[in-house]
């Protein structure tokens, strides 16, 4: 959601789990255009997203590691339609558009949308319109618009293993400004703690694609910000010589590594003299 607030501000509104009702029914995005001139970086980031965006979209989507089930769309439609009654003055039907987004589309949908007498129509490669209902709807393949639609690609099982081609690729293409908001969504999820372990299956999974996320950010701007006694913490100090000793610092002039010596025999002579001074009160 904040991918889409941030590629889409100053044009739309953008809103994350839009409660419908009083029953726990949410929405996963709300967009609300208030401009018809999109940024230009939403035509470069999110092409086919923004190609499909009304006057107000409504988009639910799957994780990478899950799939379409039968129930899926139609769930989708309820709530949409429980949103739109409760509006005063909705707008007109044919300005809303509903996007499912998922890696695939699956033949459990298929067949779901058989059974509602929905007709599935491919537009082109990756988006399919379902031919039923108040809403124009579409079902975008995540996987299938991964190469061409960076967002979409958020949603693709390529961010599973081996995920370090799609983190090359969109620091590489120019867009690496998602991987942050990848890391903060990450973030955002464990803050929800014990609801976080019930709703989502692959924990082991997100701790390692938050790794490889933070390994791929250069040092200086994982540090940029970090005071220098959070960066020392944890640091022993006679590793620390050891490395100095051994020249593990290439970048470092050997005046600048004469000095860390000395300052750090300093200190270690500092440290001594404390433990000596407080043995002597002790006594």
């Known amino acids: 959601m904040q991918v889409l607030a941030f590629e889409l501000s100053g044009s739309c509104d953008v809103r994350g789990e839009v409660s419908v009702g009083k029953m726990p029914l949410r929405l ?7 401009r018809k001139r ?31 089930e039968r129930g899926d769309l139609p769930q989708f439609e309820g709530v949409a339609l429980l949103w739109f009654g409760q509006h005063v003055n909705p707008p007109p039907a044919d300005e809303v558009t ?23 129509q491919q ?9 039923a209902g108040a809403f124009a709807t579409f079902v975008l393949e995540a996987d299938q618009l991964s190469a061409e639609d960076p967002v979409l690609a958020l949603f693709s099982t390529a961010t599973l293993d081996p995920r370090q081609a799609l983190i090359e690729k969109l ?14 969504q990450v973030q955002q999820l464990r803050q929800l703690g014990d609801v976080m372990k019930t709703q989502f299956k692959d924990l082991k999974e997100m701790d390692r694609f938050e790794a490889e996320l933070l390994a791929s950010i ?45 300052r750090l025999a300093d200190l270690e002579s500092q440290a001594e003299s404390g433990k000596k001074h407080k043995r002597r009160s002790a006594k």
């Open 38 to 68: 999109l940024p230009t970086r939403a035509a470069r980031d999110m092409p086919v997203l923004a190609t499909l965006l009304n006057r107000v979209t409504l988009i639910q989507y799957k994780g990478p590691t899950d799939v379409l």
């Open 98 to 120: 509903l996007l499912l987004i998922a890696p695939h589309l699956t033949d459990a949908m298929r067949k779901d949308c058989e059974r509602l007498g929905y007709v599935v």
């Open 28 to 34: 996963d995005v709300l967009i609300s255009r208030r």
């Open 123 to 131: 537009r082109r490669t990756g988006v399919h319109e379902v031919r």
């Open 218 to 262: 250069p040092v200086e701007k994982r540090l940029r910000g970090v005071p220098i006694e959070e960066r020392l913490r944890g640091i022993d100090t006679e590793e620390l010589v050891r490395a100095l000793m051994d020249d593990r610092f290439p970048n470092l002039s050997s005046n600048e590594v004469a000095r860390l010596k000395k």
């Open 171 to 184: 620091e590489v293409s120019g867009h690496g400004n998602l991987l942050f908001f990848l890391l903060q």
